[in-house]
């Protein structure tokens, strides 16, 4: 008789008793505040040089574009190759690549096409470092532990948004933008030194054959994605959430002409949705794994950040604006802590990886996409018509996709879906011989 599958904690702290994991998971929080700390100090840096919006607009396009363009060869790879191996080489890649940025502002040498190119170069390594990384914390902790790594990897990666900017702000209003790019550069060498100690932490259940780097591979990955309803319907909801209800990119506009609270009122705006985020995350990690019925939990989340968004559309005063906007973090947070395990739960480990490359286009994509649209349409109808159409577009398209994905809408727990979702598998491919 086999034995039964141990039961995961329902709170996902449980996950840092692995040591392999949780000298990961610290070693990230530096890095992916390095990361958060070098964007906001590009942005300063391209408006400081040239005082231009079509500027800080392209910082996007470099950021967005290489990853498009390299995002699901790095799945592939991630699949093909041993990932701890590959992250060394990436992280030691962007280490260089920040500490060449961090040498030519501090000596003065700093220009446009300069930070361009470098702010390229990293998003293409990340295009191979996150697929590899995210798909090599599964690897760091029990099969029925998937959905805590995953759900504290969702606070771990809303934290450092919010503290990031922060930091960079008080780095680069005292010592230059040059000490922020020299900060991210010192902060890959933990994850550096991490990863060289980590062979003897993988769970070697996990570990599977040389795989093949080929286009073959690549589409492997993208049918995987679009024949599994649960992952499909999941990242197209994230995608429209970001792409229709991308309220934060305007709200410059709010706090200077709707809301009249000028730049100290911009900043607490600013904060709001990073507040909301952090706490939906904890929550999450304390008790997503309690939640029984994830699918609908999920898709209320979603339509609530879409209904958060059209209040914060119509609000004329500033305490129902920052509730409203702590609304969408919030809700935004819940949705990611139960799409994220999901993801993780429901891909064998060896697509894992090509996996997170599509999912990667969405998330990357939808946001960038998102920004234009909102801009696009505040310039021709105003802000407030972008906002609150964004929120009611956002509300439409989760209709529209659990009526169209009712699986979804009966998704309950990763495990119980992910043993079915294999067994439909198994049996898709087993056919009968013909005489």
């Given at each position: 008789?086999?034995?039964?599958?141990?039961?995961?904690?329902?709170?996902?702290?449980?996950?840092?008793?692995?040591?392999g994991?949780?000298?990961?998971?610290?070693?990230?929080?530096?890095?992916?505040t390095?990361?958060?700390?070098?964007?906001?100090?590009?942005?300063?840096?391209?408006?400081?040089?040239?005082?231009?919006?079509?500027?800080?607009?392209?910082?996007?396009?470099?950021?967005v574009?290489?990853?498009?363009?390299?995002?699901?060869?790095?799945?592939?790879?991630?699949?093909?190759?041993?990932?701890?191996?590959?992250?060394?080489?990436?992280?030691?890649?962007?280490?260089?690549?920040?500490?060449?940025?961090?040498?030519?502002t501090?000596?003065?040498?700093?220009?446009?096409?300069?930070?361009?190119?470098?702010?390229?170069?990293?998003?293409?390594?990340?295009?191979?470092?996150?697929?590899?990384?995210?798909?090599?914390?599964?690897?760091?902790?029990?099969?029925?532990?998937?959905?805590?790594?995953?759900?504290?990897n969702?606070?771990?990666?809303?934290?450092?948004?919010?503290?990031?900017?922060?930091?960079?702000?008080?780095?680069?209003?005292?010592?230059?933008?040059?000490?922020?790019?020299?900060?991210?550069?010192?902060?890959?060498?933990?994850?550096?030194?991490v990863?060289?100690?980590?062979?003897?932490?993988?769970?070697?259940?996990?570990?599977?054959?040389?795989?093949?780097?080929?286009?073959?591979?690549?589409?492997?990955?993208?049918?995987?994605?679009?024949?599994?309803?649960l992952?499909?319907?999941?990242?197209?909801?994230d995608?429209?959430?970001?792409?229709?209800?991308?309220?934060?990119?305007?709200?410059?506009?709010?706090?200077?002409?709707?809301?009249?609270?000028?730049?100290?009122?911009?900043?607490?705006?600013?904060?709001?949705?990073?507040?909301?985020?952090?706490l939906?995350a904890?929550?999450?990690?304390?008790?997503?794994?309690?939640?029984?019925?994830q699918?609908?939990?999920?898709?209320?989340?979603?339509?609530?950040?879409?209904?958060?968004?059209?209040?914060?559309?119509?609000?004329?005063?500033?305490?129902?604006?920052?509730?409203?906007?702590?609304?969408?973090?919030?809700?935004?947070?819940?949705?990611?802590?139960?799409?994220?395990?999901?993801?993780?739960?429901?891909?064998?480990?060896?697509?894992?990886?090509?996996?997170?490359?599509?999912?990667?286009?969405?998330?990357?994509?939808?946001?960038?996409?998102?920004?234009?649209?909102?801009?696009?349409?505040?310039?021709?109808?105003?802000?407030?018509?972008?906002?609150?159409t964004?929120?009611?577009?956002?509300?439409?398209?989760?209709?529209?996709?659990?009526?169209?994905?009712?699986?979804l809408?009966?998704?309950?727990?990763?495990?119980?879906?992910?043993?079915?979702?294999?067994?439909?598998?198994?049996?898709?491919?087993?056919?009968?011989?013909?005489?």
């Amino acid at each position: 008789m086999n034995k039964p599958a141990p039961e995961a904690s329902s709170s996902a702290w449980s996950v840092l008793r692995h040591p392999g994991f949780r000298w990961f998971f610290i070693a990230q929080i530096f890095s992916i505040t390095g990361s958060a700390m070098q964007l906001a100090a590009v942005n300063w840096d391209v408006w400081r040089i040239t005082h231009n919006e079509l500027a800080l607009g392209v910082v996007g396009l470099v950021r967005v574009v290489p990853i498009i363009i390299l995002s699901l060869l790095g799945g592939v790879v991630a699949d093909a190759i041993d990932r701890r191996k590959l992250q060394l080489a990436t992280q030691s890649l962007m280490l260089v690549f920040a500490a060449l940025l961090a040498i030519v502002t501090i000596s003065g040498s700093e220009s446009l096409a300069l930070i361009y190119v470098l702010t390229a170069a990293m998003s293409g390594m990340s295009a191979f470092d996150q697929p590899a990384r995210n798909a090599m914390v599964t690897n760091l902790v029990a099969p029925h532990e998937i959905s805590n790594a995953a759900r504290l990897n969702v606070v771990m990666y809303t934290v450092t948004a919010v503290f990031g900017p922060v930091i960079a702000g008080l780095i680069i209003g005292t010592f230059g933008s040059g000490a922020a790019y020299l900060f991210n550069a010192l902060s890959f060498i933990p994850v550096v030194i991490v990863l060289f100690g980590l062979r003897r932490f993988v769970f070697p259940a996990t570990l599977g054959a040389k795989r093949a780097i080929s286009f073959n591979a690549m589409f492997e990955g993208l049918r995987f994605v679009k024949g599994s309803p649960l992952l499909w319907s999941t990242m197209l909801v994230d995608f429209f959430a970001t792409l229709l209800a991308s309220a934060t990119v305007l709200l410059p506009v709010y706090a200077t002409d709707v809301l009249k609270v000028g730049a100290t009122g911009y900043g607490i705006l600013s904060a709001a949705p990073a507040i909301g985020a952090t706490l939906g995350a904890i929550v999450m990690a304390q008790y997503g794994g309690r939640i029984m019925k994830q699918g609908v939990v999920m898709l209320w989340a979603v339509a609530l950040f879409g209904v958060s968004t059209i209040v914060f559309g119509y609000a004329t005063v500033f305490w129902l604006s920052l509730l409203a906007l702590a609304g969408t973090g919030f809700t935004d947070s819940i949705s990611a802590g139960i799409r994220s395990p999901l993801r993780q739960v429901l891909t064998p480990d060896h697509l894992r990886g090509r996996m997170l490359s599509v999912n990667m286009i969405f998330f990357m994509g939808g946001p960038q996409l998102g920004e234009f649209e909102a801009g696009v349409v505040a310039n021709l109808f105003g802000p407030v018509a972008s906002v609150v159409t964004g929120g009611v577009a956002t509300v439409l398209a989760v209709a529209w996709i659990a009526y169209n994905f009712p699986t979804l809408t009966r998704y309950r727990t990763g495990m119980e879906l992910a043993e079915a979702d294999a067994l439909k598998r198994e049996s898709a491919v087993i056919t009968p011989s013909g005489d």
